[in-house]
C-alpha cells in the first residue's frame, strides 16, 4: 500500500516535470513581507452573507426519492455549478416537475443551449425557483408558450409574463423533464435564487432533505511554493503533490524551504456508494491549531463564476483533468466563499519550525474527512522541491511578450503575409503572464494553426484575435474562425470582416486557425406522421444560425437540439386539411443554405 503510494506521487510529480510548458498562477506579483501566522492583519475578502432560510416553504420538485447527479457549488468547466441536477431515471424524459412553491411564472426562456427549456417561479417570500432542460409544460404554460414562438416567430425565445399572469400553489405540475440544451443526460437542473441579488442558493439550505450516507473524501494535498523569482519570466510557481496514505500523505513530514507556502487538495464525495461524484461546500484549513483558511459555498453570484478558474488550479485540470482545489486566495479572487483566509491562506515557513497542517472537508449533512500532516522548516530545501511547473509547449519560434490583468495588452505577431493580432481587454487575465504567440507548424486545409497562449491559461472573460489571411482572399463572408480544442474538436468562434482582416471575440485561449465554409448544411431523415414531422440537420464547421419550416409559406415551429442534431415539430390545427407544401430551409452562420421541400397531406 505505502509502495503504491509512494509510486502514484513519483508518477504525478514526473508527469509535471515532464511537461516543457508553462502555467499562469491566478496569484498576482505576491512579495512575501509576512512575518509568520500571528503577525498577519486581516484580509479584504467580501464578507459572506450569513442569513437565514425559510425551512418549510419548497418541496422537492420530483415526487419521490430524490437521487442527485450533481450538486450545488459542484466545479463544472467555467463556473460553478449553480443548483442541483435531480436525476429522472436512466436514460427517461417525460418526468413530472411540479412547482416547489406557491407564487407565479415570472420568466420562460427556450434555448437550444443553456438550460434549453427553462420555467422561472417568483415566490413571494423573495426567492425564485428555476426548472432546467425540460421537455414540455403543462398546458396552461405550454399554451402560453406557443403564443409567444408563434408572435416572434422563432424557436429560442425569453419572456417575462406579467406578475401573476400564469399564478401556481406548491406541487402543482408545471412541466415534463427532459434533457434539452447543454444537457449531458436526463435530469432536471433546479436551482432557487435571491430575487434581491440574483445569486444562486444551494436549495438543502431551505430544509430539503436528501438521503447521503457516505463520508466524503481527501485524495491528495498539493503544496504551492509562492516565493518564486522566476514566477513573472515562466509564470509559473512550484508545486509538488502528494497522494493520500491513511489519515495523513504519503511524505508524512515534509521538508520545506523557508518563505510562503499555500496548500490545495483534492477531494470527492458521493450521495451513495457507486453515485455521481459531488462538489464539497466546506473545508477548513489548521496550522497548529489555528483556522487560516475556510471555504464556505453556499451562494454563487452569476457575475463572477468564471473566477472558479481562480478557485481551483486551472492549467492542472485544463492538462491533467484533475480538479485541485485552492486552499489559498488569489488576490484577483473576489468570490465570497472565504469566512477566514488569513494573509490569503499563505503560510510563511521559517527555518527548523515545525507546522501541524490539518485539512477538514464536511459535506451538507455533517459527515467529515480529515488529514494531517507535518511541513518542517529548511533554508536547505529549496533544491529538494520540484521546479517550476511548465504547461506551455516552448518553441523558441513564439513571439514573447509580459501581459498584466491590470491594463488592456495588445500583441501583433508578422510571420511572412500573415499577421496575428490579439487585444486582450483590462481585467481578463487573472494575473501577470509571458504571453506567447506563434505558428506551431500545424496547417489545417493549408491554413496555418497558431498557438495563442494555451488553454491552460484561464481568461474572465473575452478577448479580440484578427487575422491576416497569406494569400488575397476572394470570398472573405465565407471564412470562420476555429478554436481546436485540447481533444481536436473544431469549434466555430464566428468572425467578420474589417480592414483586410477576420476579427472575432473568444472566451478561451488555445489553438485558432480559419477556414472556408462555402458547404450548406445537410438535412436528413426528414419524416412526416400526421401532423408531426421531424429530421436531422448537421453544419460541418461554421455552425447552424437559422431553421425555418414553412406550411405554404407559413412559419411553423421547430425544436432543434443541437447535441444531436435532431429537429421536431407539430403542424398547428390553424393549418387545415388538405394538401400542402412542407419546406425546412437551414442556414449556417457563413450564409450558405439548404432546402428539403415535400407535398404532404393532412
Ligand atoms: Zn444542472
Redesign the pocket.
Known sequence: MLQKMVKRTLIITTLFLSCSAMALVCISSYKSKNKGLKSEAPVSIPAPILKSYPKNFFVWPIKGTIDLA?NFGELRTNHF?????IRTGEGKTGIPVYATGDGYIGRINISAKGYGKALYIIHPNGYTSVY??LMSFAPTIGNYIEKEHYKRKAFEIETQPEANLIPVKKGDLIAYSGNTGG?AGP?L?FEIRDNETGDALNPLLFGLKLNDNVKPQINSITVYALDNTKRLETGTYRFSQYGRLGGSISNAQLNLAHGSYAFGASWVDHLRKGGFNMGIQYAKLFVNGQLVFEQKIEQIPFADWRLINCHLDHPVLEEKDLKIIKLFVDDGNTLNFYPTAINHGRVNIEDKKIYNIKLVIRDFPGHKDSINFTVKGNKTADANFPPERLFFKENPLYQKQLFYPNIQNEMELKAGNATVKIKIPKSVLYDTVMFRIGSNGKQINGNSVWDIMSSSIPVNDSFSIALKPEFPISNPEKYVIIRLTRGGTKKPEGGIWEDGYIKTKAKMLGQFYYDVDETAPVISGVKVKGRNFSGKVKDDLSGIKEIITTIDDEWILTDYEPKTDFISGKIPNFITTGKHGFKIKVTDTRGNSNEYSQTISL
Not at 455549478?81 to 441536477?85: E, K
Open positions: 450533481g455549478h449553480s443548483g442541483v441536477d432546467g432542460h444537457s435530469h437542473h
